[in-house]
C-alpha cells in the first residue's frame, strides 16, 4: 500500500529556500532556483523574495497566493533520493 504524503508545515527561508515538514514526519531544505531558472508565468512572481515568503499550506501542498502550488509527493519522494529529509520517524 502506498502512503499519502502531505506537506503540513512549510516556512520561506533565505530565498529560494523552503523548510518542509512532512505528513511522516520527516522534514528538510529544499532550494527552489532551478524552479525559479525554469521560469514560467505562474513562476515568475516567486523571484520577487516578499512573494516567495508568502508560502501556505493548502491541501497538503506548499502554494503561493497566485495560486501556483507543487505536488507534495513528488517534492517529498525527491527530496528523500538526493539525502535532503531527515530521518524517517520510528513507529
Not at 525559479?36 to 513562476?43: S, W
Not at 508568502?54 to 525527491?78: C, I, K, S, Y
Request: glycine share 8%; hydrophobic share 50%; aromatic share 8%.
Amino acid at each position: 500500500m502506498i502512503e499519502l504524503i502531505k506537506l503540513i508545515e512549510v516556512r520561506a527561508l533565505e530565498h529560494p529556500r523552503l523548510w518542509l515538514k512532512f505528513s511522516d514526519g520527516r522534514e528538510g531544505v529544499r532550494d527552489l532556483s532551478d524552479l525559479l531558472t525554469e521560469g514560467g508565468a505562474m513562476v515568475e512572481p516567486l523571484r520577487d523574495p516578499a512573494m516567495f515568503a508568502r508560502v501556505f499550506v493548502q491541501f497538503g501542498v506548499p502554494t503561493w497566493p497566485n495560486g501556483f502550488d507543487l505536488d507534495a509527493m513528488a517534492l517529498h519522494d525527491e527530496m528523500a533520493r538526493a539525502g535532503l529529509l531527515s530521518p524517517p520517524r520510528a513507529a
